[in-house]
T-cell receptor, first 113, second 114 residues
């Protein structure tokens, strides 16, 4: 079955520092991949999604960027973090064999101080 | 993308059946209806998916009327551990539409009381 890996689980970063969160997928090929952010007590906000290597669609203009260097790797980055970047970041994917269900990773809790 | 509307929150008691209804008036012919459950500090977890009529698995049932403009997630005999946020999503098709972006609504915060 499909498994989404994310790390780290928790991250505390100072304002202005760079960010790199990695997501990798197991058990499927050619998946659609997604990055979401969730503020405390709020819903999921779609940030980026990718339908293939090098293909990134951005949903919300902001301080973040995403890249997909490999089929099963999705990276969320920032050159300079803002306080407002704090939140719970979730990676998700849809792939074979069940093409209708999104599988989520464990998430990364980011605190920018 | 079909927009969904759910109640913001619901309370129920242990042992009772809970029904959460989702409205999706603009559902497309090829859209599926999927429900997810999310606990604090965890990613959403797939519960059930359907296209029409009724679907049942070991966790829940999903009722979809003929016009498909709404759906109801039914949780039988809930326990305290069912306290979570439940999201209804509409979209996707088979085979997968590679341009699909998946957007979550606000979900329903279900609180089970002892």
């Amino acid at each position: 079955s499909q498994t989404i890996h994310q790390w780290p689980a928790t991250l505390v970063q100072p304002v202005g520092s760079p960010l790199s969160l990695e997501c990798t997928v197991e058990g499927t090929s050619n998946p659609n991949l997604y990055w979401y952010r969730q503020a405390a007590g709020r819903g999921l906000q779609l940030l980026f999604y990718s339908v293939g290597i090098g293909q990134i669609s951005s949903e919300v203009p902001q301080n973040l960027s995403a890249s997909r260097p490999q089929d099963r790797q999705f990276i969320l980055s920032s050159k300079k973090l803002l306080l407002s970047d704090s939140g719970f970041y979730l990676c998700a994917g849809i792939g074979q064999p069940n093409q209708e269900t999104q599988y989520f990773g464990p998430g990364t809790r980011l605190l920018v101080l | 993308l079909a927009k969904t509307t759910q109640p913001i929150s619901m309370d129920s008691y242990e042992g009772q059946e809970v029904n959460i209804t989702c409205s999706h008036n603009n559902i497309a012919t090829n859209d599926y209806i999927t429900w997810y459950q999310q606990f604090p500090s965890q990613g959403p977890r797939f519960i059930i998916q359907g296209y029409k009529t009724k679907v049942t698995n070991e966790v829940a049932s999903l009722f979809i009327p003929a016009d498909r403009k709404s759906s109801t997630l039914s949780l039988p005999r809930v326990s305290l551990s069912d306290t979570a946020v439940y999201y209804c999503l509409v979209g996707g098709s088979g085979p997968r539409n590679r341009d699909d972006k998946i957007i979550f609504g606000k979900g329903t915060r279900l609180h089970i009381l002892p």
